[in-house]
T-cell receptor, first 107, second 116 residues
Framework: EDQVTQSPEALRLQEGESSSLNCSYTVSGLRGLFWYRQDPGKGPEFLFTLYSAGEEKEKERLKATLTKKESFLHITAPKPEDSATYLCAAGFQKLVFGTGTRLLVSP | GAVVSQHPSWVICKSGTSVKIECRSLDFQATTMFWYRQFPKQSLMLMATSNEGSKATYEQGVEKDKFLINHASLTLSTLTVTSAHPEDSSFYIC????????????FGEGSRLTVL
């Protein structure tokens, strides 16, 4: 059964305190690994797509990396506005979503 | 960019009534749209896949007669919750695929349905 597991479930950081979020997956026929940001009461906002092990993508303070079994979302020197739930999804025709990591960055 | 608009953002209705939610891709044509349901602090659960001009494909356990999906054009899909009951209260989110060669989905803002 296709499965995506994210950890930790919740993470509290001080502003400027870098950390990483984990996404492990077991998906047959993986064509892509996707990261999204979701703010409360809103739909997910697309961040990154990773297609092959070793691939990395960056956007501002976020960097996503991919291995054969997991992906990491690295957050460097986070700011309070980075507070959100970060979702990971895997697959292609149908995406399987993890339950997300709720990130809270305190000033 | 890829903008998906969903309407209404929130709706309150009485038990037994039907509610329609619209999903539009504003700056691209979407051959495939997806409807998700999300409960508090839970992941997105795929309800159905909607293809333009054909019948929607529903996930196991989703009642097709309760959740009617129509994909009338390349930019519009609708979800109608028929004879809504309190247990149908949830956050419904649509998404659209911009191209067939990449997998990323672009999501609408979501619709919060409360059935009294």
């Amino acid at each position: 059964e296709d499965q995506v597991t994210q950890s930790p479930e919740a993470l509290r950081l001080q502003e400027g305190e870098s950390s990483s979020l984990n996404c492990s997956y077991t998906v047959s026929g993986l064509r892509g690994l996707f990261w999204y940001r979701q703010d409360p009461g809103k739909g997910p906002e697309f961040l990154f797509t990773l297609y092959s092990a070793g691939e990395e993508k960056e956007k501002e303070r976020l960097k996503a990396t991919l291995t054969k079994k997991e992906s990491f979302l690295h957050i460097t020197a986070p700011k309070p506005e980075d507070s959100a739930t970060y979702l990971c999804a895997a697959g292609f025709q149908k995406l399987v979503f993890g339950t997300g990591t709720r990130l809270l960055v305190s000033p | 960019g890829a903008v998906v608009s969903q309407h209404p953002s929130w709706v309150i209705c009485k038990s037994g009534t039907s509610v329609k939610i619209e999903c539009r891709s504003l700056d691209f044509q979407a051959t495939t749209m997806f409807w998700y349901r999300q409960f508090p602090k839970q992941s997105l659960m795929l309800m159905a896949t909607s293809n333009e001009g054909s019948k929607a494909t529903y996930e196991q356990g989703v009642e097709k007669d309760k959740f009617l999906i129509n994909h009338a054009s390349l930019t519009l899909s609708t979800l109608t919750v028929t004879s809504a009951h309190p247990e149908d209260s949830s956050f419904y989110i649509c998404s659209a695929r911009k191209t067939a060669t990449t997998g990323e989905l672009f999501f609408g803002e979501g619709s919060r349905l409360t059935v009294l």
